[in-house]
């Protein structure tokens, strides 16, 4: 059954092009791109295109894992978290990789957090370079899925410079950026990602 509403009531529409939310979009994102270049200095370009590919093509994999170092580098990845957006991103140590990784099967963005082991990377690698991933829930049989997912590694250690499918982003400490960005710093941010 379909309810005419009453003429004197407003019709809330989200429009990002009207102009008094593209300003304040445009000022939110210019917030963010502002501390992110403070903390991420050169590697800013590399975070932005990361962030875009992520929020425009989250089925794509790419070629490559993003590896952030430093102070801010877990305030950083929470950024991207918001990004991917709720039930799209899990958070967690080495472990996401082993056995009973059933969790895995329908995320675009996994964080791993901890030190960087050879064995880590190497599990990595297999994860960017191959087309599925094989995924085994508790009390469940394993299946092959297919893997789009984008790899960030969040640690104190850097990555050997010659390793080819992982970009180190060193992330300095600045002010504001550990504390949880409202909504819409994050809203101006996927509105500045999105173009």
């Not at 932005?48 to 992520?54: A, E, G, V, W």
């Not at 064995?119 to 899925?145: C, D, F, Y």
Request: net charge positive; with cysteine.
């Amino acid at each position: 059954m379909i309810v005419d509403l009453p003429h004197d009531v407003q019709h809330h529409v989200f429009d990002v092009y009207k102009t008094q939310l593209k300003e304040r979009y445009e000022s939110s994102a210019h917030y963010i791109l502002d501390m992110l270049s403070a903390s991420c200095g050169q590697g800013v370009d590399i975070l932005l295109q990361y962030m875009k590919r992520l929020l425009q093509r989250p089925l794509k994999k790419p070629s490559f894992a993003l590896v952030l170092t430093g102070e801010c580098s877990t305030a950083v990845s929470r950024i991207l978290c918001r990004i991917a957006g709720d039930g799209n991103y899990i958070v967690g140590d080495r472990g996401l990789l082993g056995r009973f990784n059933g969790q895995l099967k329908d995320k675009h963005l996994l964080v791993i957090e901890g030190r960087l082991t050879e064995r880590l990377l190497h599990e990595v690698k297999g994860v960017l370079s191959s087309p599925t991933i094989m995924v085994e829930g508790r009390w469940q049989n394993a299946e092959r899925v297919p893997s789009h997912h984008h790899v960030v590694l969040v640690s104190s250690t850097r990555v050997n410079d010659g390793a080819r499918r992982f970009s180190t982003v060193e992330c300095s400490h600045v002010d504001g950026l550990e504390h949880p960005l409202n909504h819409q710093a994050i809203e101006g941010l996927i509105h500045y990602l999105a173009k």
